[in-house]
């Protein structure tokens, strides 16, 4: 094979079209590289690169010279090397043009960008790092360019469900939070922290890809925590105009405020007035509903916390925290043993009340239709407030306060289970990067893990 035959063969694997083509390839084995020289034909006329700009034919000024890392060839390093022309543009001046093989101002080729990200969303970025033979920074500098850009081209017009949780960082009190679309089932935000603020970075990203945050969410699921209660009723929802609110009490109207909690109605429609009626434009306030999962959990603590406090006067309940906290169809031969063993009438343990307590209530998310529930629940509460089980009568006080959410579950059925996968998919890369060096790295992993963003793929490049 001819020197001819292989530029041909280098050019089409690299895919080059004219006036670009391979003008020589030169290998170092010593110093295990492999160098393609690319050059464009003599009085070749080029685009003008500013964005907007018509002029398709625009003479070279002069050239640089530049070199792009490439996939490796076999066991050696890659490098295109290429004088890239600088253009004359009669509207905007002399500027560098955009070559078809890399993005404007990478070292790298888009195959080899492309591959960074594949790798990046298998492994963690210190042995991918190694594995190409560069530092992690600038592989971390890739999937932030990509990352961003893909994130920039979404529209979150369309979103009406949301589910919000955070996820753990770092040791201690260092969390992300996240939101999904529960509908396409994707990372639409993350950001440090889990406070209010959250919600409300949320609102300005979703107002950023098109999104109404005001108006457009109608249903939230979350758990109970204060934080994101307080975020959802102040940044998700349109209160009335207090011009509104004035107008109508000067007409004698009974206004009732929206309240920080649960207990919140999906719109405020007409006000109550003494004689004339008065109405109020109609007010958007999306549905919170309570994750089952968080709610039972509520109910397992106050099954421990009885637990805890018998165990001082009663020895056989040490070590047996799982046999109450666990499924009963999760439980090994030796656990359903041990609980069938401590739930004995003669036994007379106030945690195996408070177990049939929490089982009951599991029996509310099992009624067929939302009435059914919230009979069975009020039901529920009137028995456990007579428990004599100072944590079941609080935790019968923490179902009444959130009452509204919790009953909502029975119509929507939505669930975090979604993010709790998520969650796991997410702390399993963090385990496997050992921890990354900053909130901000690993808000770049969950997009890419999570986000199902359009990233470049190789056949589409």
């Avoid at 079209?17 to 009085?43: C, H, I, M, N």
């Avoid at 003479?59 to 022309?85: C, G, M, N």
């Avoid at 560098?96 to 890399?102: E, F, H, N, S, Y």
């Avoid at 529960?182 to 300005?204: H, I, Q, S, Y």
Wanted: proline share 5%.
């Amino acid at each position: 094979m001819n020197d001819l035959d292989v530029f041909g063969l280098f050019g089409l694997a690299l895919g080059l079209t004219p006036p670009w083509a391979v003008t020589s390839v030169d290998f170092d084995y010593e110093g295990g590289k492999l160098q393609v020289r690319l050059d464009f034909d003599r009085g070749s006329r080029f685009l003008c690169p500013c964005e907007g700009c018509t002029q398709s034919a625009c003479p070279v000024h002069d050239t640089l010279e530049k070199s792009w890392r490439h996939l490796d060839f076999f066991e050696y390093q890659a490098f295109l090397i290429a004088r890239v022309p600088r253009v004359d543009c009669v509207t905007h001046g002399v500027h560098l043009v955009a070559v078809p093989w890399a993005r404007t101002g990478s070292g790298f080729t888009l195959l080899m960008e492309v591959a960074m990200l594949t790798f990046a969303k298998q492994m963690p970025i210190a042995p991918l790092a190694k594995m190409a033979r560069v530092h992690d920074t600038r592989i971390w500098r890739v999937l932030e360019h990509h990352v961003g850009l893909s994130r920039s081209s979404l529209d979150f017009s369309d979103v009406t469900k949301v589910g919000c949780d955070e996820t753990s960082a770092k040791r201690g009190h260092d969390y992300v939070s996240l939101f999904m679309d529960l509908e396409k089932r994707r990372v639409m935000f993350a950001t440090p922290g889990k406070d209010a603020d959250t919600v409300n970075a949320f609102a300005d990203d979703l107002a950023a890809h098109g999104g109404h945050p005001k108006t457009q969410v109608q249903e939230v699921c979350c758990d109970m925590s204060p934080a994101f209660i307080k975020g959802i009723t102040e940044h998700l929802a349109e209160q009335p105009e207090k011009e509104a609110v004035d107008g109508c009490t000067s007409a004698h109207t009974t206004v009732e405020p929206i309240t920080v909690g649960s207990n919140i109605p999906p719109v405020l429609d007409v006000l109550s007035t003494e004689g004339d009626e008065a109405t109020l434009p109609v007010v958007h306030q999306p549905q919170i509903i309570f994750d089952r999962y968080h709610v039972v959990a509520k109910a397992n603590e106050a099954v421990d916390e009885v637990r805890r406090n018998e165990s001082k006067t009663r020895p056989e309940l040490k070590r047996s925290r799982y046999v109450w906290l666990k499924n009963e169809t999760n439980l090994t031969a030796k656990q359903r043993e041990q609980l069938t063993w401590l739930t004995r009438p003669s036994m007379r343990l106030e945690t195996a009340r408070a177990a049939r307590w929490r089982d009951d209530f599991n029996g509310f998310y099992d009624q067929s239709t939302p009435q059914e529930a919230e009979d069975y629940l009020q039901s529920w509460c009137y028995g456990a407030k007579r428990s004599r089980l100072q944590p079941i009568k609080d935790f019968v006080a923490t179902v009444e306060a959130h009452w509204d959410g919790i009953i909502a579950w029975q119509r929507s059925r939505l669930s975090n289970g979604l993010l709790e996968g998520t969650n796991s998919l997410i702390q399993a890369a963090k385990r496997r990067a050992r921890g990354y060096r900053s909130n901000e790295k690993m808000i770049t992993i969950i997009y890419l893990i999570a986000g199902k963003l359009p990233l470049p793929e190789i056949h589409t490049i």
